[in-house]
């Protein structure tokens, strides 16, 4: 299993620009997040899925959309960016949307995002 | 400990030593911890969890402590190695859903040949 992918590793935006950030699993995984991680922050969740067709909105949803066509993708688009959305990206998958014993929380190696 | 600034808190030791880190949690109806490690330039890792009806649990090399009477948690890694080096931070799940996992902000672990 390729576990979790993220493309691209880095990008660089003007402000303005759009952009879909892709995410993958080949886990069967029904369950799929995007988090940003800021400096001396936590992760913060930004859109989930608890399942191809169905999104929901988490902490910091504004100036992202998302969609959920195939159990395997999630991608996350930015229609127009901001510094502000300098950030770290990391999708992550499991099989439920509460994670717990026996149902780890799996995470992709992420997307470094600059926003000029 | 947490950090409240852009900095993480650091903490060094030498190899070989045991090193602690530290974890103040926030919401009492939390009922699962996690403790992840996250690598330069890599997503974060799973590494040990425990159920709140725990105050202990080990793996290999590492044990992790809960303290719920004043709320805190420590990850504890034995004989450390160059390869422990990383960010780690802990998370909590209070059972509310997606955004029931609530993450800390991270120690930086720095491994000292």
């Known amino acids: 299993n390729a576990g979790v992918t993220q493309t691209p590793k880095f990008q660089v935006l003007k402000t303005g620009q759009s952009m879909t950030l892709q995410c993958a699993q080949d886990?069967?995984?029904?369950?799929m997040s995007w988090y940003r991680q800021d400096p001396g922050m936590g992760l913060r969740l930004i859109h989930y899925s608890v399942g191809a067709g169905i999104t929901d909105q988490g902490e910091v949803p504004n100036g992202y959309n998302v969609s959920r066509s195939t159990t395997e993708d999630f991608p996350l688009r930015l229609l127009s960016a901001a510094p502000s959305q300098t950030s770290v990206y990391f999708c992550a998958s499991s099989y439920s949307l509460s994670p717990g014993p026996a149902d780890e929380q799996y995470f992709g190696p992420g997307t470094r995002l600059t926003v000029t | 400990g947490e950090s409240v600034g852009l900095h993480l808190p650091t903490l060094s030791v030498q190899e070989g030593d045991n090193s602690i880190i530290n974890c103040a949690y926030s919401?009492?109806?939390?009922?699962?911890f996690i403790w992840y490690k996250q690598e330069s330039g890599k997503g974060p890792q799973f590494i040990i969890d425990i159920r709140s009806n725990m105050d202990k649990r080990q793996g290999q090399r590492v044990t992790v402590l809960l303290n719920k009477t004043v709320k805190h948690l420590s990850l504890q890694i034995a004989a450390t190695q160059p390869g422990d080096s990383a960010v780690y931070f802990c998370?909590?799940?209070?059972?509310?859903?997606?955004?029931?996992?609530?993450f800390g902000k991270g120690t930086h672990l720095i491994i000292q040949p």
């Open positions: 919401n009492s109806a939390s009922d699962y």
């Open positions: 886990m069967n995984h029904e369950y």
């Open positions: 998370a909590e799940n209070s059972g509310g859903g997606a955004d029931g996992l609530t």
